[in-house]
């Protein structure tokens, strides 16, 4: 399986695993569309058809560093390019140089197409509004707590709630952070959800 794009002529390739036991995605970028192949199933999508893209942050628990972009288009699935593909039982392998040249190689092809598509970045609206309200108010509580803690000289319990509220602020706010949701131009990629160069 090949995890770096390779330059083919015209053609761009990349490609991850999502799953250790799944197949892995493959996509190559042509001239005029980009093809995709996952196990018996594949499909051509030209960049005429590409309605919106969407790039996001998105950590899970094996690896906290881990960017996803989604693509839709008329009468096609629903298309995710991982930055990262499953090595082994307990790894996952970061494919930071590779994707990003992928992706802004799509971009730079979809913008040469002047296909009428959105571009969004960061999550859902619709989720990440009430989660990052959510978060807030476990962040006020939580400092709430110290507080009283505190103020009853509980400085072990203070300390420990305060350690766990340290660690919920750099998670998740790093999270919402890169995540706001916001469109943007595809010859600026936003630097919050592609990986560091």
């Not at 999508?45 to 998105?58: A, E, K, T």
Request: aromatic content about 12%; glycine content about 6%; hydrophobic content about 45%.
């Amino acid at each position: 399986m090949n995890e770096r794009p390779a330059d083919t002529g015209d053609a761009v390739s990349y490609a991850y695993r999502p799953s250790l036991l799944g197949a892995p995605w493959e996509f190559k970028l042509t001239e005029n569309a980009i093809d995709w192949a996952v196990g018996t199933m594949s499909g051509r999508i030209p960049f005429s058809d590409i309605r919106r893209l969407r790039m996001s942050y998105r950590p899970v628990s094996m690896q906290s560093y881990r960017f996803v972009t989604e693509l839709w288009a008329e009468g096609a699935p629903k298309l995710q390019i991982v930055s990262c593909s499953w090595k082994s039982l307990a790894e996952q392998k970061r494919l930071d140089e590779a994707y990003s040249a992928f992706v802004s190689e799509l971009h730079r092809r979809i913008a040469v197409a002047a296909a009428p598509v959105r571009f969004e970045q960061g999550a859902n609206p619709l989720v990440y509004w009430p989660g990052l309200i959510v978060f807030v108010a476990v962040a006020l509580g939580l400092a709430a707590l110290i507080a009283h803690g505190l103020q009853v000289a509980e400085v072990r319990g203070a300390a420990l709630v305060g350690g766990f509220l340290v660690l919920l602020l750099w998670q998740f706010g790093n999270f919402f952070r890169r995540n706001r949701p916001r469109l943007y131009h595809p010859d600026r990629l936003p630097a919050d959800v592609m990986p560091r160069p």
